[in-house]
Nanobody
Framework: QVQLVESGGGLVQAGGSLRLSCAAS????????MGWFRQAPGKEREFVAA????????RYADSMKGRFTISRDNAKNTVYLQMNSLKPEDTAVYYC???????????????WGQGTQVTVSS
């Protein structure tokens, strides 16, 4: 079992930045690739970014490239999502999740956090 707890969400103005954190406990954090997803009201959950177990490989949804950066600190069992140039359409609940591979589909993620709300005002 892996327990995931997100933090760092909040209210920010358009153009601002936030850094989300996801702290993991339980089985070895290094054994898992990590991802961030988001879900806006009335919309389906969508992929944001993922990072490999070592941190050497990352991938992003096209709409987040250049604005969001995923990183991890295996010594701290934590994955981060740095979000810059935020837009009102980035408003959503953001979830971190653990998967066997950085290329995993959302259905292949084994463990999920409870989410943190990000609200971007115009």
């Amino acid at each position: 079992q892996v327990q995931l707890v997100e933090s760092g969400g909040g209210l920010v103005q358009a153009g601002g930045s936030l850094r989300l954190s996801c702290a993991a406990s339980g089985r070895s954090f290094r054994s898992y690739a990590m991802g961030w997803f988001r879900q806006a009201p009335g919309k389906e959950r969508e992929f944001v970014a993922a990072i490999s177990r070592s941190g050497g490989t990352t991938r992003y949804a096209d709409s987040m490239k250049g604005r969001f950066t995923i990183s991890r600190d295996n010594a701290k069992n934590t994955v981060y999502l740095q979000m810059n140039s935020l837009k009102p359409e980035d408003t959503a609940v953001y979830y971190c999740a653990a998967a066997p591979s950085v290329w995993a589909r959302s259905s292949e993620y084994d463990y999920w956090g409870q989410g943190t709300q990000v609200t971007v005002s115009s």
